[in-house]
């Protein structure tokens, strides 16, 4: 480089570092640990893309104040997620932390997030752990509590009338969750409870045992490959148009779906959002998506997009200072921020209180999609929101 | 229970045994014939899976989908063979695990950035996509019969290729007697890398086969390696006839396992604590029949050749 070329670059450096100075605030660091590797992959990449796109939406800037993301893979593993979380804390100095997936790893991680004053905002992850007794003033949950959309299969299996139900989950907390969310809104008989192996690949037995027990109904949560699984088997064994089949989203997601294709057509599954929602907010939202990654935006890509949404209209109500703590913190829990989901609050637990749909799972041309049918519950809240004491 | 139940469970038992012989035979001669612990036959399924798929929606025909697979999860094995794994033969099973290991991290990400992370869609050929009522009153998935022929097809192709032809008689003489083959002027590298090759082949015929049942995504031979392991454990390490008794047992009884466990505990307890209980018991079940077989015959069912 000349002499004058590196005068010029100094100059030109100087002047951006001069620029940003008058901008009265430094620039807001999110770090996100979010699962960009292994089978769940696309789960954290449907967040980290949603968040990524919202910013961008936003010229680079949330809340007025230019941001940062800073996104780190845990690969699906607890240690990996401490360490990262260590790292954006003590390393990076970032201001929020957000993005975990797994409740598991959200369990091992959040509390030591906000021990250290910082907030984190969930873009999935809801445990009970973290919603009743555990919740704490600077975690937000921008997704929905984990019994919430279970609770909305069993509320709709209810109101179907069907009276013999057969359940299946892997055998691990959140697969006793699930059973335990539907159990809580489902009024009729359990015809069986199945517990399968985690990462099972071949349900053969199970569907013979459950087509054997004539169930009027069976409702499902195996996430990831495990449910990709389920459903082909399931269709393939001719059982899908005889005995219904309700699951949560996740077990339908687009991603899912693009995998499982026509097995999956006739299948019912409860969530908080779909692709299709009537407002304004997720007309914008599925458009921009779709134009930057070719692809119908998941549920896990909308609560991360809805996040960050949160995160800007918190920074811009205390006017980018976010060392008013109290006052951040007051306007994260107002959330009036413009969801893709059509309203949002918090209730006391700083966990959501939202309608949740049950969809069906359609062709659409060549393409397979969910598409909404009925809203379940209006404004549900989670069962664990009176234990929280803040 | 039923009557029809319990044989269409014997029914799913085979299948489940027929998917694991097909890892399994691959499996073993590599490790009987080249004494070579190869963690990454997985990642071959996978990539069987992966190529079927993907092939399978360009030409339209399933087919040609399982012979791309098959030629890809040959290649691949082979390419493997001669750049990372020759090395490797004389050092110790912990050095080879090692390096095997290496291969799945390699193979998994290059996967993911060649066909990203949401798994690929295959459905089964039209023609196989019904049910057959092959038992009175229970339809049964026509592809998981045609699994079942196309795995005793391939146990007889195999026993054909090693006890009648002269690669297999080469195959058998190398895993007793390397040296002398060796020293007699045959060529053992090549030797080798046809074996691998056609261990690959084999893993990426499964993968191929399991593709429209399973979803086909970045590390699913890693959830199938290790009940393959159990398999040639079973059969006797090194034996194809082995690895085909071992398949099959360890597919029967898993699936009576996960399928009449629960519906007995409930006998005795109340449905919540026998389905909880029943579950975690058939979790155990074929590990329960390693370890009982290997009280019995150390060596596994069958002896392999010589060894």
């Known amino acids: 480089m000349t002499r004058i070329q590196t005068f010029l670059a100094m ?48 010229g680079g800037k949330l809340g007025g104040v230019p941001t940062e993301l800073i996104v780190a893979d845990d690969a699906q593993k607890v240690e990996n997620a401490k360490q990262i ?12 932390v957000t993005g975990i997936v797994w409740s598991n790893l959200a369990i091992a991680v959040v509390p030591s997030v906000t021990r250290e004053g910082k907030i984190y905002v969930s873009t999935n992850a809801g445990p009970h ?16 509590q984990n019994d919430n959309l279970h609770e909305a299969a069993g509320q709709y299996v209810s109101d179907q009338g069907l009276k013999r139900v057969y359940l299946m989950a892997p055998n691990y907390p959140a697969g006793k969750d699930s059973i335990t969310g539907f159990k809580r809104f489902y009024k009729g008989e359990v015809v069986a409870e199945v517990y399968t192996t985690l990462g099972q690949v071949d349900y ?62 006739g299948a019912f599954n409860s969530s908080e959002y779909t692709w299709d929602l009537d407002n304004a907010a997720n007309k914008v939202f599925v458009a921009a998506f779709r134009k930057a990654y070719g692809r119908k935006p998941s549920l896990y890509a909308a609560q991360a997009y809805d996040a960050a949404l949160l995160i800007d209209f918190a920074i811009a109500a205390v006017k980018g200072d976010m060392s008013k703590a109290d006052a951040f913190r007051a306007a994260l829990h107002k959330a009036d921020f413009a969801s893709v989901r059509g309203k949002f609050k918090f209730g006391p637990n700083n966990h959501p209180i939202q309608d949740i749909y049950i969809r069906e799972v359609v062709k659409e041309g060549d393409a397979v999609t969910n598409k909404t049918i009925r809203k379940v519950f209006t404004d549900h809240q989670d069962a664990y929101a009176a234990e929280c004491k803040m | 229970m039923t009557a029809q139940l319990f044989l269409e469970q014997t029914l799913n038992g085979l299948q489940q045994g027929v998917m694991l012989f097909l890892l399994a035979a691959g499996l073993t001669l590599v490790f009987g014939i080249m004494h070579l612990i190869n963690l990454a036959h997985g990642t071959l399924y996978m990539v069987g ?55 799945i991290l390699f193979f998994n990400e290059l996967v993911k950035i060649v066909w990203g992370p949401q798994a690929l869609f295959l459905s089964p050929p039209a023609a196989l996509s019904g049910t057959v009522e092959i038992i009175p009153g229970v339809p049964y998935p026509a592809y998981r019969l045609f699994i079942i022929g196309v795995g005793l097809a391939v146990g007889l192709g195999l026993r054909y290729l090693i006890v009648n032809t002269r690669t297999g008689m080469l195959i058998r003489a190398g895993a007793t007697h ?11 590298d090549r030797l080798f890398t046809v074996v691998f090759a056609i261990g690959a082949m084999l893993a990426g015929l499964a993968g191929a086969m399991a593709g429209p049942m399973l979803a086909v995504e970045v590390g699913m031979g890693e959830q199938i390696l290790i009940l393959t392991f159990v398999v040639i454990i079973i059969g006797g390490i090194g034996s194809v006839r082995g690895a085909l008794a071992g398949a099959l047992l360890v597919g029967l009884v898993d699936t009576y396992g996960r399928a009449f466990l629960p519906l007995a505990m409930r006998a005795a307890l109340d449905p919540a604590a026998a389905d909880s209980i029943g579950a975690s018991i058939s979790n155990v079940a074929i590990y329960l029949l390693m370890a009982a077989v290997l009280i019995w015959r150390p060596r596994g069912l069958f002896q392999a050749y010589g060894g």
């Open chain 1, 204 to 265: 053969a037995a199970e569907i013979a045992n459950l087509r054997a027990a004539k169930p009027d109904g069976v409702f499902f949560f195996l996430p990831g490959g495990m449910g990709v699984n389920f459903v082909k088997q399931y269709a393939q064994a001719g059982l899908i148009k005889e005995i219904p089949l309700f699951g949560p989203g996740f077990s339908f997601d687009e991603g899912i779906l693009s995998a499982v294709g026509d097995a999956a057509v």
């Open chain 1, 129 to 144: 752990e973290l919603a009743g007794k555990g919740c704490d003033k600077n975690y937000f949950n921008a997704a929905y």
């Open chain 1, 85 to 96: 979380a260590t790292r954006f804390l003590k390393k990076d100095d970032v201001d929020i």
């Open chain 1, 11 to 58: 100059a030109m450096a100087g002047a951006i570092v001069a620029g940003a100075a008058t901008a009265a605030d430094k620039p807001v660091k999110i770090g996100m640990i979010t699962t960009l590797s292994g089978g769940g992959a696309a789960l954290g990449v449907d967040a980290r893309d949603a968040f990524q796109l919202a910013i961008d939406l936003k």
């Open chain 2, 178 to 188: 390397r040296d002398m083959v060796g020293a007699l002027g045959v060529d053992i």
């Open chain 2, 49 to 103: 899976a992966y190529v079927a798929a993907t092939v399978t929606k360009l030409s339209g025909s399933f087919t040609v989908g399982v012979l791309a697979a098959l030629a890809a999860a040959g290649l691949v094995g082979a390419a493997i063979e001669m750049t990372a794994l020759r090395k490797l033969y004389r050092r110790d099973h912990l050095d080879q695990v090692l390096a095997t290991f290496g291969v």
